[in-house]
């Protein structure tokens, strides 16, 4: 290994574990102490990260408060250290760190803020893709429906919560008092989209979440009906299955269609 | 006849911030250029880039990265290059800069600007590297002195020279941030005349400007505060040696409204005229 590569790997070590062996590199030119220099790195690093945490995460700053996502800040840096270029992307595990590790996942609401968070953020900057028009598919024959098949659009994202998530985040993005987390008898499925530059989300009927789901698997559009009868009585799966697609498109979510 | 290394001359610009997307838009300033940093639009799309190309309709924009590492010793990160360069050829940037440090080593990111030994090793190393790049861009690209807050026992050489060697050997071009000079200065006990006179010319191609931290027995750049005395005071000390080099402000932190920065564009571009008055006489 080259002296440079030596000195970065102390430098780095430094960085993350706060491993001293640096100070032997660094000159003492008596201006200022050499731990002072040395701790303007260290700080400026951990720093750094957890601005940009705070940045991605901002509800789950506000229910934790300054000091313990302070400390969560920390224990996610020392854990997860970026390998990122852009710092968009780092922290990008959050939601699972938070679901696994104590005390944090003590607090189940915690993880679930922090996927929506990260949901709204990849929905932001998602790539760009123009809506299918209602238009272009009612210019579809009849037989071609039962194989049809649909493209979304890049932004499109689904969660299932099982806490007032969203309830809370929209109290917080407000500036309103957070109402209380609360535990709901069974998951709400959401899905969060783009159109244009604006982010959307709404919640979603159990059977429109699993019909989504399966459409943006890849499956036809007779499979997902035939798979209706599940929540529906046989008789009204057309039209419900009709009134589905009608939402998506009308959503912006759907950009392509194929037989 | 003499080839000037250097792209022409774009005259007083502003670091392009989110904050001012829409003021830009809704009532564009009187300003010759932006700069946008690169990681901030390698993203698939939706706002960012939105803004980034409705902003390069109507002005000059330059590309300024943070995380090249071209002073790093990890292989140069490819994939990272080639979403520069598709950027690059969406954006079409008057031209691209990064800094002459490393971001980080072993696949990890330190999202901050490291300083290198001043060593002749690190001169070839970088200047390796500077050169696959360009190739790569196929274009030259700007190197900017960062801030330091340490130094190396093993440097051989002056900041300056260092700098100058490795934009020789390299044959790029230099971005000379005056605030990053004068916090150096400050925190290492140099004068920051001294550096200034030891810079080629010729390949100084943009200079930035912007505030600090002052902590008394050191200074940091924070980019979190209006640009001091002390940095305007070189900035007019940098136009006289190197005449009239494309100039722009940073702000990071605390950002103020466009129009309060603007007061300091104001500011930058009655020096910056100063000085090209002063060279026709």
């Known amino acids: 290994m080259s002296e440079l590569a030596a000195l970065q790997g102390r430098f780095m070590r430094w960085l993350l574990q706060g491993d001293p062996e640096l100070a032997a590199d660094v000159a003492d030119d008596g201006r200022l102490p050499l731990q002072t220099r040395l701790e303007v790195?260290?700080?400026a690093y951990g720093l750094r990260l957890a601005e940009a945490l705070a940045d991605s995460y901002p509800a789950v700053h506000t229910?934790?408060?300054?000091?313990?996502?302070?400390?969560?800040?920390?224990?996610?840096?020392?854990?997860?250290?970026?390998?990122?270029?852009?710092?968009?992307?780092?922290?990008?595990?959050?939601?699972?760190?938070?679901a696994e590790r104590a005390p944090w996942c003590e607090q189940p609401i915690l993880a679930e803020m922090a996927a929506f968070e990260w949901a709204l953020r990849d929905a932001f900057d998602a790539a760009d893709a123009a809506p299918l028009a209602r238009a272009d598919l009612a210019a579809l024959p009849?037989?071609?429906?039962?194989?049809?098949?649909?493209?979304f659009h890049p932004s499109v994202q689904r969660l299932d919560l099982q806490w007032n998530t969203v309830q809370l985040w929209q109290a917080i993005d407000d500036g309103r008092e957070p109402v209380a987390p609360e535990r709901g008898p069974y998951p709400v499925g959401w899905v969060i989209w783009r159109r244009e530059l604006r982010t959307w989300?709404?919640?979603?009927e159990v059977?429109?979440?699993?019909?989504?789901?399966?459409?943006?698997?890849?499956?036809?559009?007779?499979?997902?009906?035939?798979?209706?009868v599940e929540w529906i009585d046989e008789a009204y799966v057309p039209e419900r299955a009709a009134a589905l697609m009608a939402r998506w498109l009308i959503d912006g979510k759907v950009i392509g269609a194929h037989a | 006849m003499t080839v000037s290394l250097t792209y022409p001359h774009l005259g007083i610009g502003l670091g392009l911030r989110k904050e001012h997307y829409q003021s830009i838009l809704d009532e564009p300033p009187q300003i010759d250029w932006f700069e946008a940093i690169t990681e901030n639009y390698l993203v698939p799309g939706g706002k960012p880039l939105h803004f980034l190309e409705q902003v390069r309709a109507r002005y000059s924009v330059v590309l300024h990265g943070v995380s090249l590492s071209v002073g790093g010793t990890d292989p140069?990160?490819?994939d990272y290059l080639r979403q520069v360069k598709a950027l690059v050829e969406?954006?079409?940037?008057?031209?691209?800069?990064?800094?002459?440090?490393?971001t980080g080593a072993g696949g990890i990111n330190a999202h901050d600007l490291l300083p290198l030994p001043y060593t002749g090793e690190a001169v070839r190393h970088v200047a390796r590297r500077i050169r696959q790049v360009q190739d790569f861009l196929g274009r030259r690209i700007l190197i900017e002195n960062v801030?330091?807050?340490?130094?190396?026992?093993?440097?051989?050489?002056?900041?300056?020279?260092?700098?100058?060697?490795?934009?020789?050997?390299?044959?790029?071009l230099i971005l000379l941030d005056i605030n990053n000079i004068y916090v150096s200065a400050r925190n290492h006990g140099f004068d920051p005349l001294e550096y200034l006179a030891g810079v080629p010319a010729e390949r100084v191609q943009q200079h930035h400007l912007a505030g600090h931290q002052d902590y008394g027995d050191h200074v940091i750049d924070t980019h979190d505060h209006p640009v001091p005395d002390p940095v305007w005071r070189l900035y007019e000390a940098a136009v006289q040696r190197f005449g009239p080099v494309s100039c722009m402000i940073e702000r990071d932190a605390d950002i103020p409204p466009l129009e309060v920065l603007m007061e300091e564009v104001e500011r930058m571009r009655e020096i910056a005229e100063g000085a090209q008055a002063a060279a026709h006489v």
């Not at chain 1, 009849?142 to 493209?151: E, F, K, S, V, Y």
């Not at chain 2, 969406?90 to 490393?102: G, K, V």
């Not at chain 2, 340490?150 to 020279?161: G, K």
Request: aromatic share 16%; with cysteine; proline share 3%.
């Open chain 1, 63 to 98: 229910l934790l408060g300054d000091a313990r996502f302070d400390a969560l800040a920390r224990s996610y840096i020392e854990a997860h250290p970026s390998t990122y270029r852009s710092i968009r992307w780092f922290g990008d595990r959050l939601a699972a760190y938070l």
């Open chain 2, 147 to 172: 801030s330091s807050y340490l130094s190396y026992r093993s440097s051989e050489m002056s900041e300056w020279a260092f700098l100058g060697a490795v934009a020789e050997e390299a044959d790029c």
């Open chain 1, 201 to 204: 989300f709404r919640s979603l």
């Open chain 1, 41 to 43: 790195y260290r700080n």
């Open chain 2, 76 to 78: 140069l990160d490819w």
């Open chain 1, 207 to 228: 059977d429109e979440a699993w019909a989504l789901d399966r459409m943006r698997a890849g499956a036809p559009f007779a499979e997902v009906c035939a798979g209706l």
């Open chain 1, 142 to 151: 009849p037989q071609a429906w039962a194989g049809l098949r649909l493209d």
């Open chain 2, 90 to 102: 969406r954006i079409e940037p008057a031209w691209i800069s990064d800094h002459l440090c490393f």
